[in-house]
T-cell receptor, first 116, second 114 residues
Framework: GAVVSQHPSRVICKSGTSVKIECRSLDFQATTMFWYRQFPKQSLMLMATSNEGSKATYEQGVEKDKFLINHASLTLSTLTVTSAHPEDSSFYIC????????????FGPGTRLTVT | AQSVTQLGSHVSVSEGALVLLRCNYSSSVPPYLFWYVQYPNQGLQLLLKYTSAATLVKGINGFEAEFKKSETSFHLTKPSAHMSDAAEYFCAVSGNTGRRALTFGSGTRLQVQP
């Protein structure tokens, strides 16, 4: 149980285009989902907290107009990287917290974004 | 505010040897602490967690960690390393109110030599 999927697993896009990444909780409902960014050989940095039915909470320094987050249902959150640039290339990981849990988060497998 | 410091970005042990990965935390509230493992190009898998119950926590794959408040530490250990333990390990801390978002340490890469 407690499986989180991400789609796509890898994406290559051209500079200036937008890319949408999906995060789904497959066997549980998640009121809260988190989006992280991980640069090569570095730790995970929290980008934003996504709450179902409300606006996302962004961490300091994260451009909310560039990284659009939508959490339209209890099983799906999306991250759209708008007008992507090569510096946006990174590994994006989502996690989901079951509505029944207080602290637990289950992580997706990640999405490797390469902007050319 | 919370923070986590993982001492040693790389740790190398021989197969069968003790694994010790160090984690120290800073938190203004009682912390909740986690160890995660990450294999290349994959997400994170929870090894174990401390949420104010027993201070010695046992996790999956033979790992355990002990919460020591006086030392603000939560070191991860395993008595005997296996080749399959080679991976990146992250210590993380969460507050006990609000979003309970995780703050991660910088990670420790564990190498297991045959």
């Amino acid at each position: 149980g407690a499986v989180v999927s991400q789609h796509p697993s890898r994406v290559i896009c051209k500079s200036g285009t937008s890319v949408k990444i999906e995060c789904r909780s497959l066997d549980f409902q998640a009121t809260t989902m988190f989006w992280y960014r991980q640069f090569p050989k570095q730790s995970l940095m929290l980008m934003a907290t996504s709450n179902e039915g409300s606006k996302a909470t962004y961490e300091q320094g994260v451009e909310k107009d560039k990284f659009l987050i939508n959490h339209a249902s209890l099983t799906l959150s999306t991250l759209t990287v708008t007008s992507a640039h090569p510096e946006d290339s990174s590994f994006y990981i989502c996690s989901a917290r079951p509505t029944s849990e207080v602290y637990e988060q289950y992580f997706g497998p990640g999405t490797r974004l390469t902007v050319t | 505010a919370q923070s986590v410091t993982q001492l040693g970005s790389h740790v190398s042990v021989s197969e069968g040897a003790l694994v010790l990965l160090r984690c120290n935390y800073s938190s203004s509230v009682p912390p909740y602490l986690f160890w995660y493992v990450q294999y290349p190009n994959q997400g994170l898998q929870l090894l174990l967690k401390y949420t104010s119950a027993a201070t010695l926590v046992k996790g999956i794959n033979g790992f355990e960690a002990e919460f020591k408040k006086s030392e603000t530490s939560f070191h991860l250990t395993k008595p005997s390393a296996h080749m399959s333990d080679a991976a990146e390990y992250f210590c993380a801390v969460s507050g006990n109110t609000g979003r309970r978002a995780l703050t991660f340490g910088s990670g420790t890469r564990l190498q297991v030599q045959p």
